[in-house]
């Protein structure tokens, strides 16, 4: 007897989804419902994508049904540990933010859940909704700090009174987020970290408490402090 094609019962669930072919079962009754077929049409494109993943596991998805399917296939994103190639994978996910996040992962920073990676990144609620079915928020190490609630502080604009109310801004720090930003203003949360040297639980609960709106009418300067080239 010859031996079956391993792509058979694919090929057949193709066939059936197409109409070509009748299922099994009701073949004698008139063919399948609507919602078999429907289910079927489901199952047929699931079992194409993770062929694809097994054959190119860089694949990037492309739209939210191909998101569904993955995550009904097992596939996850763990946010806290995901390298550039898993971020990609993602639909609309840019190189900048990929180049955001892992610089907040390998200076330490762990994101709590959904609305943190959505103020890290700007994201706007369609774009968040399109992921959610793959991220996974594990935490590492010692428990997540609660969520912020408290509006954000201009990093860009603040003076040092406003500055103050962050949670962890010491004298010391305040000071030297006034000279940085006189140097330039902070491009996002990983700038930030980097120029101020701050610890990784500082920044986790500073994440929905800080903006980047450029400044208005340049920064203030600590006393003592002159803008460069004057």
């Known amino acids: 007897m010859a031996k079956r094609h391993w792509l058979d019962p694919l090929a057949r669930r193709l066939l059936i989804a197409t109409g070509q072919l009748a299922p099994a079962d009701q073949s004698v009754r008139g063919g399948p419902t609507g919602n078999t077929s429907e289910a079927a049409d489901e199952a047929v494109e699931r079992e194409l994508l993770a062929l694809k993943l097994r054959h190119d596991p860089s694949l990037r998805l492309r739209s939210s049904e191909e998101v569904r399917h993955a995550a009904a296939l097992g596939w996850r994103l763990d946010v806290n540990r995901a390298t550039a190639a898993d971020w990609l994978r ?100 990983a700038d930030l970290q980097e120029r101020l040297q701050l610890p990784p639980e500082v920044v986790e609960r500073w994440i929905g408490r800080v903006s980047f709106a450029p400044p208005s009418a340049g920064p203030v300067l600590p006393p003592g402090v002159r803008r460069p080239g004057r």
């Open 90 to 189: 993602l639909p609309g996910c840019r190189s900048d933010q990929v180049d955001l996040l892992l610089r907040l992962q390998a200076s330490g920073v762990q994101l709590s859940g959904p609305d943190d990676l959505q103020e890290v990144l700007q994201l706007d609620g369609k774009q968040l909704r399109l992921w959610q079915p793959l991220l996974e928020f594990r935490w590492y190490g010692s428990p997540a700090p609660p969520p912020s609630r408290s509006q954000a502080v201009a990093v860009n604009r603040a003076d040092a009174e406003g500055l103050a109310a962050l949670p962890g801004m010491d004298p010391a720090r305040c000071r030297r987020l006034l000279q940085e930003r006189a140097r330039s203003p902070f491009r996002d949360l």
